[in-house]
C-alpha cells in the first residue's frame, strides 16, 4: 500500500537522532524521562523551550555534561562554602579590612593569596557540578548601547588611579594588586554572575535569578564588617555592591557571556584600591568617582530592558548557541 505520507516528512521521519538519544513519542527525541538531562522538542526544531539543560552538538561530542542540574541548593551551598573559606584565610592572616590597602605585604596576602585560594577552589567546584558552558555563555539580550555601562565603570576607577603618586609606590605593590584584583574579578563573577546565576535560573524565572544572585553578591560583602569596618560604611557597601551587581548582571547579559563583567570588576577594583591605598586626596581627578553614579541609573534601566528581552521570548537566555539551556 502506497503510503499518503510527502517524501519531505518520510524524509524527516527516517532521519535518525542523535546519537546516544532516544526517540520519543509524537515526533520528538532526547533522553530518558527521568534522566537529569531529559528535554522534549519537536524533531528537527532549532527553537527550542527547554525543561532542563541540554548537551547537545559539539559540547556532546566532546563529552561534556551537567552532572548536577542546575538549582538553588547547589549554588547557595557553594556560596556559604566561599564565605567559610574567605572568613578562616582572612581571620589566620589577621586581616584589617580598613588598612589593607595600604602595603604590599598586607595586599598580597589580603588579596592575593585568599583570592588564588578562591579561584582554585571555584574551578574544581564547578567542573564537579558540569556547568562551565551555561557558567560561561548564553546569547547576548538587549539594546548595544548598554555597553556604555562598561565605559562608565572603567572611568570611575581612572579617576582615583590617576590621582596616585607613582613615585612613592614601590612595583611589587602594583604586582599583587593587579594580580589580587584579576582574582577578585574572576571569583566574584564566577560565583555571584556565574554559579548563582546558573543556580537560580534552574530554579525560578530569570527576575528572581538576578536578585538572587545580586543580593548574595551584595551580602557577600558583609563580611568586612568583622575585620574592621564600621557598620555605618558597611551598609553604605551593601547598597553600592547591589547596584554594582546589577550592572555587572547587565554586562554579562549584553555581551553574552562572563568575560566582560571579570575585567570590567577587576580595573574597577584595581582602580578604586590604588587610590584609596596611594591616591592623593583631594585630587581632581577623583571627581570621575561621580560617573558611578550615572552608571547605576544605567544598569536600573538596563536590567529593566534585558529581562523585558526575557519575558518577550518566553524562554530561559540561551546559555550557548549548542550548549546547556536552563529553563527561567
Known sequence: MRSSMCPLCQNRTRRPGPAGLARQPGGTFGWPPGDPRYITRPWGSQSVREAGPRIDGPARQRGEHVRIRPSWR?????????????????????????????????????????MGVLVALLVVVTSVLGWWRPV???????PRWLLVLPVLYVLTAVGPL??????????????ALALGCLGVGVAEELLCRGL??????????????????????????????????????????????FLAG????????????????VLVHAFFDFGLIAGEGM??????????????????????????????????????????????????
Open 74 to 114: 547547589p549554588a547557595v551551598a557553594v556560596f556559604a562554602l566561599y564565605l567559610v573559606v574567605v572568613v578562616a584565610l582572612w581571620t589566620a592572616i589577621g586581616m584589617d579590612y580598613t588598612a589593607f590597602a595600604g602595603t604590599t605585604r598586607t595586599v598580597a596576602l589580603g588579596m592575593t593569596l585568599t
Open 196 to 241: 548563582l546565576l546558573v543556580g537560580f535560573r534552574g530554579s525560578v524565572g530569570e527576575v528572581g535569578a538576578w536578585l538572587g544572585a545580586t543580593l548574595l553578591f551584595s551580602l557577600l560583602h558583609a563580611v568586612n564588617a568583622f575585620f574592621g569596618q564600621s557598620l555605618g560604611t558597611t551598609a553604605f557597601q551593601l547598597a553600592a555592591t
Open 162 to 175: 590617576l590621582s596616585v603618586d607613582l613615585g612613592r609606590v614601590p612595583p611589587g605593590y602594583w604586582v
Open 279 to 328: 591616591g592623593t586626596k583631594g585630587s581632581p581627578w577623583n571627581a570621575l568617582t561621580n560617573l558611578q553614579l550615572l552608571a547605576w541609573v544605567v544598569a536600573v534601566v538596563g536590567t529593566v530592558l534585558v529581562l523585558r528581552a526575557s519575558r518577550r521570548a518566553a524562554v530561559a537566555p540561551p546559555l550557548g548557541a549548542d550548549g546547556p539551556v536552563v529553563a527561567a
Open 136 to 142: 560561561l555563555r548564553e546569547r547576548a539580550t538587549g
Open 246 to 261: 546589577t550592572a555587572f548582571y547587565v554586562m554579562r547579559r549584553v555581551s553574552g557571556g562572563l568575560l566582560l563583567p
